[in-house]
């Protein structure tokens, strides 16, 4: 009986081995790389204005609080002075980030622009002020807002290619984003030399194109950022340095 016993329990002990293996693998397969906390500081030129974009990536909780600052140098201070300042904190989500909250302030405009937004998922819904005034959206789908769509853009890029469309939340409606490829080249910028890919998107109905140039070994941080309206150059954004902020830096 002993060894009835023992051989009955051999083909139980192989299965729960056999079935922890594929677990072990399922958990391997669905990792995902995550993005690497860290700030940076790009020259930036709009028109004839010229200034900094300072950004800044880290980590809060299991999500992340981005921020981005934009301020103007030498004489544009004359012509624009002030500071315009966004934030957006976002989660992991499935096969991707979901933004919880955006705020923007924008004391170089004339009617100092001021934005609070809060996503809420389970009520599927974006609401908050812009000036005060109160606006909503409905959230069928995942949706970004300005600043969560870059790390999703560089989040998609570091586990697999970029989804052809995404949903921006702009402000006070929902837009879709065409995302295409265009290749890779190697880009010279005050940072240093990288292998970089290109990557454009536009919105709807829009004039302007985006595009992003985003090294590899920077976790696909971009490091030129580029804006055209009717293929004339608006605004070009290229990394001066690059600073990793994690425990392993």
């Not at 921020?67 to 624009?80: D, E, F, N, R």
């Not at 290749?183 to 005050?190: E, F, I, L, Q």
């Not at 920077?218 to 425990?247: C, F």
Request: charge should be neutral; hydrophobic fraction near 35%.
């Amino acid at each position: 009986m002993a060894n009835s016993g023992g051989s009955g329990r051999a083909p139980l002990r192989r299965l729960a081995t056999l079935l922890m293996g594929v677990l072990l693998l399922s958990a391997v397969a669905t990792a995902e790389t995550r993005l690497a906390p860290h700030t940076a500081e790009y020259r930036i030129k709009i028109n004839v204005l010229s200034g900094k974009l300072l950004t800044e990536l880290k980590t809060d909780g299991d999500g992340y609080i981005a921020t981005h600052v934009v301020k103007p140098t030498g004489m544009s201070k004359i012509l624009a002075n002030g500071t315009i300042i966004e934030s957006s904190s976002f989660l992991p989500a499935a096969g991707g980030l979901r933004p919880n909250k955006y705020s923007s302030e924008n004391s170089m405009s004339r009617d100092e622009a001021k934005v609070e937004i809060q996503f809420d998922w389970e009520a599927g819904e974006a609401r908050g002020t812009v000036n005060n005034e109160a606006v909503s959206s409905t959230l069928d789908a995942v949706a970004h807002d300005r600043i969560s769509i870059q790390y999703e853009l560089m989040h998609d890029l570091l586990n697999a290619e970029p989804s052809k469309q995404y949903t921006l939340f702009d402000v006070d409606r929902l837009k879709t984003i065409e995302v295409r490829n265009i290749g890779r080249k190697t880009v010279k910028v005050g940072a240093g030399q990288f292998e970089a890919v290109g990557i454009q998107h536009q919105k709807e109905n829009s004039k302007r194109v985006t595009t992003l140039w985003c090294a590899e070994e920077l976790g696909y941080l971009p490091v030129i950022i580029e804006q055209h309206r009717l293929g004339k150059l608006r605004m070009r954004a290229t990394l001066d340095s690059y600073n990793p902020t994690g425990p392993d830096s």
